[in-house]
């Protein structure tokens, strides 16, 4: 695998290695993981790390012009870790994966598979690295075009809206199509593991939430795109309204600039903001909660979170778009894209309705453990790792 991102970091996009690898591993597959020179390393995983750069040795989240000099070095690692682990398939994470690994597959003569976890010019613009009205803009879609026509011989793909796009705009035939969604590890996130009632959780005891608030929870990247201002809004309109909500925001980077933000709002007895939280302590903190949010629009990339409050039981308020309905089906409790308004008014309707909480909890949690399997998924994969190399399984 080539991972072209800090690998292991606690979100997004590294789940689903993570959760993929595991799952292959178990049914026999060796994996070697080629990375980036940062990030955590995983007890029970190969992962093969770049040299860092001699003049930059910090990481950005998403986009970045020095990501051009951080895939050089993983393509020339790529190509040495290849010589000594000689795969059967090169599966390339992301486009910056695809690429490298269309350039090392052909020159090794093995199959390709691109995991595709959203639309590179998509992403650029929702990180405000790319302008789609600027020069640049032609040139990238013609790069992403090209990469996912031309490299691939086989694309796993997060979301069927995901595999449409691939089909329709960007002209890939269907056949090389297979929809994987992210799923959910419900051994490791079930509820059944905290014995405690949920308002003597110790998280609310030790962050000072009353015992009868209800907290409103989000696990992820804090980043505007993923609809974090959205988050502090809604508890602004909550707070006037007289509502006993408090928000528990996990996840960084940008903790700092957020909680400047929470406190210009007025809201810094309502909303608190964790920091990072390691992946083994997410089921934790998301016990902590009643209510799970999930405020990013994006129309492409996959929103895996959504597995994990799944198979946490918790109910879900989210933004009404295909990805997301494509998880939460009509379980979820929804506002339309960008509408704070509706946002808050669909917490504060859920807030008021314990029982519609717990029924709408179950409910998620089974469908994450009958439609969303990592085992299941993995066996789908390893066919198709089979397939392309001609083997039986």
Same mark, same amino acid.
């Given at each position: 695998?080539?991972?072209?991102?800090?690998?292991?970091s606690d979100y997004g996009g590294h789940i689903r290695i993570l959760e993929e690898t595991r799952a292959l591993q178990a049914r026999g597959v060796q994996v070697a993981i080629v990375t980036y020179y940062k990030g955590n390393d995983v007890p029970g995983?190969?992962?093969?790390?770049?040299?860092?750069?001699?003049?930059h040795t910090d990481y950005e989240v998403g986009s970045s012009r020095h990501k051009i000099a951080f895939d050089v070095y993983l393509a020339m690692k790529a190509a040495a870790e290849a010589r000594r682990f000689r795969p059967d398939v090169v599966h390339g994470h992301m486009h910056e994966g695809a690429l490298i690994g269309g350039a090392l597959?052909?020159?090794?003569?093995?199959?390709?598979?691109?995991?595709?976890?959203?639309?590179?010019?998509?992403?650029?613009?929702?990180?405000?690295?790319?302008?789609?009205?600027?020069?640049?803009?032609?040139?990238?879609?013609?790069?992403?075009?090209?990469?996912?026509?031309?490299?691939?011989?086989?694309?796993?793909?997060?979301?069927?809206?995901?595999?449409?796009?691939?089909?329709?705009?960007?002209?890939?035939?269907?056949?090389?199509?297979?929809?994987?969604?992210?799923?959910?590890?419900?051994?490791?996130?079930?509820?059944a593991r905290f014995a405690h009632l949920q308002t003597d959780h110790p998280l609310?005891?030790?962050?000072?939430?009353?015992?009868?608030? +209800?907290?409103?929870? $989000? %696990?992820?990247? =804090?980043?505007? *795109?993923?609809?974090?201002?959205?988050?502090?809004e809604a508890a602004a309109r909550l707070?006037?309204?007289?509502?006993s909500i408090h928000f528990l925001i996990m996840g960084y980077p940008n903790v700092e600039s957020y909680q400047m933000a929470a406190h210009a709002w007025g809201v810094d007895d309502c909303v608190t903001f964790t920091g990072r939280v390691p992946f083994a302590d997410a089921p934790t903190y998301l016990a902590a909660c009643d209510i799970a949010v999930a405020p990013k629009m994006s129309s492409s990339e996959g929103s895996g979170k959504l597995l994990n409050y799944m198979a946490m039981a918790q109910p879900i308020v989210a933004y009404d778009t295909? +990805?997301?309905?494509? $998880? %939460?089906?009509? =379980?979820?409790? *929804?506002?339309?894209?960008?509408?704070?308004?509706?946002?808050?008014?669909?917490?504060?309707?859920?807030a008021g309705d314990a029982a519609r909480r717990r029924a709408l909890g179950a409910a998620l949690r089974r469908r994450a453990q009958e439609e969303f399997s990592w085992p299941v998924a993995a066996e789908r994969i390893a066919n198709l790792y089979n397939r392309l190399t001609n083997k039986v399984d």
């Open positions: 695998m080539i991972a072209p991102t800090s690998f292991f995983l190969d992962i093969r790390r770049t040299a860092p750069l001699p003049w597959a052909r020159a090794i003569g093995v199959p390709l598979v691109f995991d595709f976890q959203g639309s590179l010019t998509a992403e650029m613009v929702d990180h405000h690295f790319l302008n789609p009205q600027g020069a640049l803009y032609p040139w990238a879609y013609r790069l992403e075009t090209a990469i996912t026509r031309r490299l691939p011989d086989a694309i796993l793909t997060s979301t069927g809206l995901a595999a449409t796009l691939l089909r329709d705009e960007f002209g890939v035939p269907a056949a090389r199509i297979h929809t994987l969604p992210d799923c959910a590890d419900a051994d490791h996130f079930d509820p609310r005891v030790h962050y000072g939430i009353a015992r009868d608030a +209800v907290v409103v929870g $989000y %696990l992820g990247l =804090l980043t505007d *795109y993923q609809g974090i201002p959205h988050l502090i707070k006037e309204q007289g509502q295909p +990805v997301n309905r494509e $998880y %939460l089906d009509d =379980l979820g409790v *929804y506002a339309p894209p960008g509408d704070v308004a509706a946002f808050t008014a669909a917490i504060a309707e859920l």
